[in-house]
């Protein structure tokens, strides 16, 4: 039924959004295909990529995607059935409802709080490398939070939808079954969600991406430096979308909700609220399109992919792209091969810093050369107690990679 022409006692939870079906339809599979796309391209790229898919701030971006992406294959498709079955869900069974309620709740709080830590995580990873620069560190400060965090998710939302004692109440005749699950009335279990599954991570994560930004800028100034902004143009970027995706779709839906909590009238302000919840969904679209901010390379590959069929061919470069081919595969065929193992005594290494490790075999064949090159140098005394920088540890990253390989070289570029 339509929100339209619904009567007096018009709730959330038993009428649509006024938006024309048609309308709505279009605009979820044209949002929703190219948004897939990248969300596949990306999650492509993350794991498939080694660099990529090793680095730590990288793994909460795999988790995101890969929910949102439950989200895009399985709940916009319902919507979608819905649509084109003249409002009404099909199959007309408990099941797809109950389907449908923990993708739309259990995915989608899921990203929020995993978005929350993700924010917080990156204070850590800036500022307090060193906490995590060991396995046992990683495993306490990064592996667990994200399992804990995962784990608390699927374990809340298959309890309050599968094992929860209260009536459920399906309604096949508007989207989602009415949104509203029989726990939502439970005054604690419902309260506890709002608060901690909804307003808690929203404000976490607009909280301390801008702390994260304004720790950057007094830190440069504090060392008298002058702050760069085309070095931090990407995690500028990054931090301001992400920041105003949350304010602008998940905000308003809090402020409605709450302001029921409050004593607001159920069959005030219903249109408003079903608008707000249905512009949530392009929180999802868009988000692969902002992650692609943050990964400059992949959206070389990408262009060089789509426009390589406008470079004319000639038998020079068709002969190098198939010397390059056979070079890549024989590269990677020694990779897989190796019987040592790689060595993981540098520091930089180590760290992520600088430097990869080698893929070619050290047999003598080839003369590998390591190249360790620093600019910017403002200070060459250590700081924060002797935690951070210093040449003294730029001469200790020098000393294993000569270690590692006698042919390495190191070059000062500018200041």
């Not at 492509?44 to 890969?66: E, G, M, P």
């Not at 439950?70 to 389907?99: D, H, M, R």
């Not at 909280?207 to 800028?217: E, H, W």
């Amino acid at each position: 039924m339509d929100a339209t022409d619904s009567a007096n006692n018009t709730t959330f939870g038993n009428s649509e959004i006024s938006l024309p079906r048609p309308v709505r339809f279009w605009l979820l599979l044209f949002s929703d295909a190219p948004s897939i796309t990248c969300s596949l391209l990306l999650l492509h790229y993350l794991i498939h990529d080694r660099t990529a898919r090793t680095a730590l701030n990288n793994h909460v971006i795999i988790l995101l995607l890969s929910l949102g992406l439950t989200t895009q294959l399985i709940e916009i498709p319902f919507y979608l059935s819905f649509i084109g079955n003249n409002g009404v869900v099909k199959p007309s069974v408990p099941a797809t409802c109950l389907t449908w309620w923990f993708v739309s709740f259990g995915m989608y709080n899921g990203g929020t709080i995993l978005m929350a830590w993700a924010a917080v995580e990156r204070h850590l990873l800036v500022f307090n490398y060193k906490l995590i620069s060991t396995s046992r560190g990683r495993f306490f400060a990064h592996y667990l939070p994200i399992g804990i965090l995962l784990l608390y998710v699927f374990v809340f939302y298959i309890y309050v939808l599968f094992f929860f004692p209260c009536e459920m109440n399906y309604e096949y005749s508007v989207p989602i079954c009415g949104a509203y699950p029989c726990y939502q009335q439970d005054s604690f279990v419902g309260m506890w969600e709002f608060i901690v599954n909804n307003i808690v991570p929203s404000l976490l994560v607009a909280v301390f991406s801008m702390a994260l930004l304004i720790r950057v800028v007094r830190q440069k100034r504090r060392l008298n430096q002058r702050v760069p902004w085309s070095k931090q143009r990407k995690m500028t970027i990054q931090l301001v979308s992400l920041s105003a995706l949350n304010i602008v779709f998940n905000v308003p839906l809090n402020l409605m909700s709450l302001a029921r909590l409050c004593g607001l009238p159920d069959d005030y302000g219903v249109d408003v609220q079903q608008y707000f919840y249905f512009s949530c969904y392009f929180l999802i679209f868009l988000f692969p399109f902002v992650c692609l901010t943050s990964y400059s390379e992949f959206c070389v590959k990408v262009k060089q992919k789509l426009f390589y069929c406008k470079v004319k061919p000639t038998s020079a470069s068709f002969l190098f792209s198939l010397i390059s081919m056979a070079v890549y595969g024989t590269l990677r065929r020694w990779e897989k091969n190796l019987t040592r193992p790689i060595s993981l005594n540098t520091f930089a290494v180590e760290r992520e810093s600088i430097g990869f490790h080698s893929v070619l075999p050290n047999d003598g064949r080839y003369i590998r050369r390591t190249f360790l090159q620093t600019n910017d140098i403002y200070e060459l005394l250590p700081l924060s107690n002797g935690h951070k920088d210093g040449l003294a540890r730029v001469a200790r990253i020098r000393q294993l990679l000569k270690k590692d390989n006698a042919n390495t070289f190191t070059l000062l570029a500018d200041d």
